[in-house]
């Protein structure tokens, strides 16, 4: 490899693919030359990254001789197809997907958490893990290493951009229908015949909370809300670590949050545990309620943090903390994690 | 006493005011005269309840001179100066403030749970909790009774008609501001632009949830997230159970909702536990996630049960459930929980 590796980015013209040339054009430069790559139909769209024009190109197995580093952002079924085919041709591939994250020779990577696993990997991938254990992994991380992690309660209250463009459009939709109608909201199924259509979501979004993201899995289980077990798992390093989550989706465009009971092995503190995520990487303390200081994600979305407010040691349980945690899910929540492990293989290639 | 007693409702012209009246017109009629009481301001105004028409009067000590029952639906302030004047009448006060929820003298009722305790009543008062235990009370009773509770870790999703009208007026201008607006949520900041005031919320609550509600108190913790641990303790008799909740406004009217992960000393089961609450008065079971079928409160706005659903055996302990539970903060979680008091009242009163 040459001292700056070539990077190519598969799934360029997406939101997470648009969130990445973003986050790429601001970071310090580590790669000669980008690729990007897209579906047939998005070929020959120039796009600016890093300063630069660059023509999209069709997503053959061509596109990647020469590639180092291949940056997936696409949805599972495109991964799950052409990751293996990067693999194959020597690139080492970074995955937002969910194909790979569970696969025993793919390590699942968050670089401010254990970044040092981004090798080996016998199959050449490296996966990160979906947007909602990125929304909280940060600074779980941080506290796990403190305490002791034991066991994790989590609510989610999800964006709708985590349901892809469809999404956020079925909600920017959603609220036009319903804005200036103040009689809605107070009788059953009204806000539901103002919204008609409610797109990728089961239920209505505007005016409402619905507690379903994913799909259905044994005992009533969202896949989602396994994920986030299996994730944190794995991440962690810890297979038997106790997770239950339920997961929402709340009428926001764009930033998770997350409700977060945290039970440690040892007795935490709420000054020190505040201290301690103050001076993590990757994570802004904001709690002050006094001053109407905590995270949301209003203020959060757009930004790299995990930001966390809301720490509180829980009355009836000195090993446990209760927080709120608030993250951009198509930033650190996809496009940002992947870049920060894109650095990290640049960097050994670089040493290597 | 009469065998039909006469009930005075105090701030009968508020918006509690308002659904209770609904409410009493619409359940078997236990009483014999109802006099509406309210403030100055609002004296003279006539209002319909049970198919007459009624002209509010101005509280004062006399209007409580031959009431049976009094329920009062006001403001803290208004209960703690009034509430013990109408008990010194004779009245039975039931009261859905906070002044008197945690007094020993005071029994804290929520009739499905715990309706013998509506005597005895040293200082004349029976409390109703607030909204939000309101909310879960019900279904947690219901699975107390068969598997023994021993924690809750909740997250809420609150309604802004838990604020009041000032709660639910600043929702719909804020809708209103950010309705067709569809570039709004993606940069940190612009929706707090679009928003301008944010009326009594700390931060905007379109396109946003505040992990925020109530007073600071000790910890970092919020008066709400502290009631609920006090209330739920006292109501199920359990004075040393766990609680941990962390309470989040959301852009909802009315209808609060709450993930909860309850822990018993018993194993349990999903479908025992399903039977359970489907079996249960005051519940109503929804939960079939491969039809959507779930509580929102879009769909449970305007109704009377605790709606549960989402009820899952937590995978890592098997005396462990998780749910989402949704209810009508103003009915079932303030004027119905009321009524239904007055009417164990009533019938004791019928009775003696």
Redesign the interface.
Known sequence: MSSKPTLAVVGATGVVGGALLGILSTRKSVYGRIRLVASPRSAGRTLTVCGESVEVVALTPDVFDGVDIAMFVVPDAVAAEWAPVAAARGAVVVDTSAVFRMDPDVPLVVPEVNGEQVRPRPRGIVAGPGCLTLAMIVVIGALHRTYGLR?L?V?S?EAASGAGRAG?DAL?DQ??R???R?E?????????AAVGESGPF???LA??????AGT?ED????SQE?RI?EESRKILGLP???????C?R?????AH?L?V?AVFDRAVD?REAQAVLAGSPGVVLL?D??R?E??????????DPTWV?????????PK?L???VCGDNLRKGAALNAAQIGELVAAETADG
């Open positions: 066991e309660v609510a209250y956020v920017h609220l036009e319903v804005g200036g103040r809605l909201g107070t009788l059953p199924g009204d806000v539901r089961p239920a209505p005016l409402n909370v619905v507690p379903w259905v005992g009533g289980w969202s396994l077990r038997r670590l106790k997770v239950a989550a339920t929402v709340v009428p926001v465009v764009t949050s409700a009971h709420q709690d309620p006094d109407h905590f995270p949301t994600p209003a203020d959060v979305v757009g930004t407010g809301r720490v509180r040691r829980s009355p009836d349980d446990a209760d927080l709120f």
